[in-house]
């Protein structure tokens, strides 16, 4: 697949630009602070509704512009699809395709990318839940019926906390008695919609690890690097091979610790079961990355998990093809070995889009597209 025409309107930097990205390799060259970025990030959001740089929406509005808008050709085999995105601030997006209005599940991964960035070392150094958005977004992208899912467990998470806090202030066995009652209804779709979400992300693990270990073979050779599925609130369940793949099964174990922890959720006021407490545990030949690996690896296991994606989606077999692949300034950041690897792969996909300040920062790649990016425009060098 590929993104071929893409026009930004008041969108961060941006006044207005027009560009259109080549197959094969696109490289974006411009001093710091430019607007390289944004033009990957956009193409990014085309894909996800997510920027890989920040959680909300409102600093991707140019400032002083009441609203962004973003369209794009997502390209295909020879079926060309136009997408377009108004972002509003303080009010939902307003999506169409091919000139009509849709819903976000009917938008996402139309464009499929996988973007590989700066802010990716926090896959390996940061939170568990770097690592959970991570997963969800990849499961989303693969199958976007799992958009709808996340959230409606998440709206389940919020409102079965809200009503565990106010447990945590109810005097009187009778009104305890009833906002219990009241829980069991969000016991039940904490379970549903919670195994749901934990059957896809072990499901897309089951393929998704091997790709990743892969990957690390080919960008850090010598050392291994494995990805694996860490369901913390499963207290009997911590390894991932141990999990069942059956969501009637997965829904038994999320039911019995519901109930086993009864008395600890009551007494927190937080809903401490479910896979929004889970985790990816990532392992550097053995050892945890967080906490042992060098900053170079914990790069080439954030690395990994970008290619071991990238390979996951072109393997789906569907029209769609190889996702765009997305590198967003980190070359700069890697030795000559994995630059060298990371070019191939960039090399060998239908297309990507890579953004330097330094162009020779970059491995030489044949029929590359250049563009050179200044303040507020971008043209293509040949
Ligand atoms: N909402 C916004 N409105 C106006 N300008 C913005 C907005 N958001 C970001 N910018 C500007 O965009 C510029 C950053 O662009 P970008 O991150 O794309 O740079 P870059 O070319 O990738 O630089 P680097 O090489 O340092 O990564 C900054 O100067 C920033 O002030
Ligand atoms: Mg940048």
Request: hydrophobic residues 45%; without cysteine; glycine residues 12%.
């Given at each position: 697949m590929q993104v071929g025409f893409v026009?930004?309107?008041?969108?961060?930097?941006?006044?207005d630009v027009e560009l259109r990205f080549r197959p094969g390799v696109n490289i974006l060259v411009?001093?710091?602070?430019?607007?390289?970025?944004?033009?990957?990030e956009a193409v990014g959001y085309t894909s996800t509704l997510n920027s890989h740089r920040v959680a909300v929406d409102l600093p991707l509005i140019r400032q002083g512009a009441g609203q962004a808008v973003i369209r794009a050709a997502a390209i295909r085999g020879d079926r060309q699809i136009s997408l377009e995105i108004a972002i509003n601030p303080g009010k939902a997006n307003r999506l169409q395709v091919s000139g009509s209005p849709v819903r976000g599940k009917d938008f996402v991964g139309l464009l499929r990318t996988v973007v590989f960035a700066p802010e990716d070392l926090a896959l390996s150094k940061g939170d568990p839940g770097e690592r959970r958005r991570f997963i969800d977004e990849v499961l989303i992208q693969r199958s976007p019926r799992y958009l709808a899912v996340k959230t409606d467990y998440e709206r389940v998470v919020r409102q079965r906390t809200a009503l565990l806090r106010s447990i945590a202030g109810t005097r009187g066995a009778t009104a305890r008695a009833d906002t219990e009652s009241t829980l069991a209804v969000w016991d039940d779709q904490l379970v549903a919609t919670g195994g749901a979400l934990l059957f896809g992300r072990l499901s897309l693990l089951d393929e998704?690890?091997?790709l990743v270990a892969q990957a690390y073979a080919l960008v850090a050779g010598g050392k291994s690097g494995t990805v694996s599925y860490q369901a913390r609130s499963l207290a009997a369940f911590k390894d991932h091979?141990?999990?069942p793949r059956e969501v009637s099964e997965l829904e038994d174990l999320l039911r019995q610790e519901l109930s086993d922890r009864r008395p600890e959720e009551f007494a927190r006021g937080v809903t401490l079961v479910g896979p929004h407490r889970d985790d990816l545990t990532l392992l550097v030949d053995g050892l945890l990355a967080k906490t042992y690996a060098s900053h170079g690896e914990c790069w080439?296991?954030?690395l990994a998990l970008r290619l071991g994606s990238f390979e996951l989606m072109r393997g789906l077999g569907d029209d769609a093809g190889d996702p765009v692949l997305i590198l967003d300034d980190v070359f700069a950041e890697l030795d000559s070995q994995r630059r060298a690897a990371l070019a191939d792969?960039?090399?060998?996909a239908e297309q990507a889009?890579?953004?330097?300040?330094?162009?020779?920062d970059v491995p030489r790649?044949?029929?590359a597209q250049t563009f050179t990016v200044t303040p507020g425009n971008v043209t293509s060098d040949g």
């Open positions: 026009s930004l309107k008041d969108y961060r930097s941006y006044e411009g001093p710091n602070g430019v607007g390289k970025t944004n033009i990957a998704l690890a091997p091979d141990g999990l080439s296991m954030a792969v960039a090399a060998g889009i890579i953004t330097a300040a330094v162009a020779e790649v044949t029929a």
